[in-house]
């Protein structure tokens, strides 16, 4: 690990805080914006909700089966050059997605856009840990992890829905891409590495090493305790603007905010959630609270009033990220892998989750037509509360990550 004194004593670590968190903000918002145009995309294409619903699922196959690839890339090539490319794949990926004239060009770029997301968002988790070490770390991954994906995800669900009105779904998402290209320059330009940490320049792949950091217990424990929230806030965050809308007789513009809103609830959310984690030994309860919590949540939807459905959706989005950055400081503070590994052991946590993010959706998007919305909620939160339990095996960290 690289030493405390380099990393702590650095006036620098806070503005890499925010050159990672715009990355995070460009990154969401190549991956949510289409969730905004499915109404026109339906319409373009002549789909239906299964089909709809199988973009945020075509996503996510890029995003989990390259997040651990995306590892050892760095590993070999450095972080900083890792991150750039992450954010130059995705950014070229959501201007192609754009200039899509059928369903398939359009499913074949999402899954591209998952490939260049999972190669940066990894490695956002291994340079707030190497620059800010065991002082604020939990913190840090809530503002990036938390904080600034959720920013972007709001960006994309509501403000996307004008830019949308105005020029069309397709310019859209050629704008959205153009937007994670200059922040590729931004980062360029402006991320360094930690004073001492020249083993994140590029090192000789180590199989050893790797497999070992890789088979560590909490590290699955983890993964899989996330797989059923993991899906389950993908599908409301993307989904439940068009279930307001057409089974609520929401107005669209309402119907947006309200997905807005669920994003945007992550903000405090993960600053809370990652304050409060830096000063406490009990990890494991900042990440199986807030996801039996989000169950609770997500089974009350059916039966609450119109009127109820806001403080749900925001409470969704609060305690699910609440809980993420405690969840994202497990391979540093549970695990205790070594800082050029720690890409690649986020990336099988990520990996984990990401197939309930892939699979969750698709059912939804399928359950729902054969039975109805409310079914669909049910399903979500059986399995987020099933799958949340595993973690109750996970380890905990020996000492807090502040003094």
Do not use: C
Not at 114 to 128: I, Q
Not at 369 to 386: D, I, K, N
């Amino acid at each position: 690990m690289t030493s405390a004194r380099g990393v702590e004593g650095s006036s620098y670590r806070w503005p890499m805080l925010a050159v990672v968190s715009l990355g995070i903000v460009a990154l969401t918002l190549n991956w949510f914006d289409v969730a905004t145009a499915f109404p026109l995309i339906g319409a373009e294409f002549k789909v239906g909700l299964g089909s709809l619903s199988l973009l945020i699922s075509l996503y996510i196959v890029g995003y989990g089966l390259t997040h651990i690839p995306g590892g050892v890339l760095a590993t070999k090539i450095g972080m900083k050059r890792t991150l750039v490319l992450g954010l130059l794949v995705q950014g070229a990926a959501g201007v192609m997605s754009g200039l899509s004239h059928s369903y398939v060009e359009l499913a074949i770029f999402r899954i591209a856009s998952g490939v260049g997301g999972s190669v940066f968002v990894a490695m956002t988790a291994a340079s707030m840990v190497v620059w800010f070490h065991e002082k604020e770390v939990t913190f840090a991954l809530g503002v990036t992890g938390g904080a600034a994906f959720s920013a972007g995800a709001a960006l994309a669900l509501y403000v996307w829905l004008f830019v949308q009105r105005s020029v069309g779904w397709h310019t859209s998402m050629v704008l959205g891409g153009v937007f994670e290209l200059l922040v590729a320059v931004v980062t360029v330009a402006a991320f360094r590495l930690p004073e001492g940490g020249h083993s994140l320049g590029g090192l000789k792949f180590d199989r050893a090493a790797l497999s070992s950091a890789l088979m560590t217990r909490d590290l699955w424990v983890y993964g899989i305790a996330l797989l059923g929230g993991y899906g389950a806030y993908f599908t409301t965050s993307q989904l439940f603007s068009q279930y307001v809308t057409t089974d609520r007789h929401f107005d669209p513009s309402a119907g947006g905010l309200l997905s807005a809103l669920i994003l945007l609830a992550g903000i405090p959310g993960s600053v809370l959630g990652g304050h409060l984690a830096d000063r406490s030994t009990n990890l494991r309860m900042f990440v199986v609270g807030p996801l039996v919590t989000v169950a609770a949540l997500l089974a009350l939807i059916p039966a609450a009033p119109n009127i109820l459905l806001w403080p749900l959706g925001i409470g969704i989005g609060f305690f699910l990220i609440f809980g993420f950055a405690a969840w994202l400081a497990v391979p540093s503070r549970v695990s205790n892998i070594r800082a050029e590994h720690i890409g690649s052991a986020t990336g099988l946590m990520l990996t984990l989750a990401a197939i309930g993010g892939f699979f969750i959706p698709i059912i939804f998007g399928h359950l729902v037509p054969h039975t109805s919305y409310g079914a669909g909620w049910v399903f979500l939160a059986v399995v987020s509360f099933a799958l949340a339990l595993v973690g109750l095996k996970g380890g905990n960290p020996v000492t807090v990550g502040s003094p």
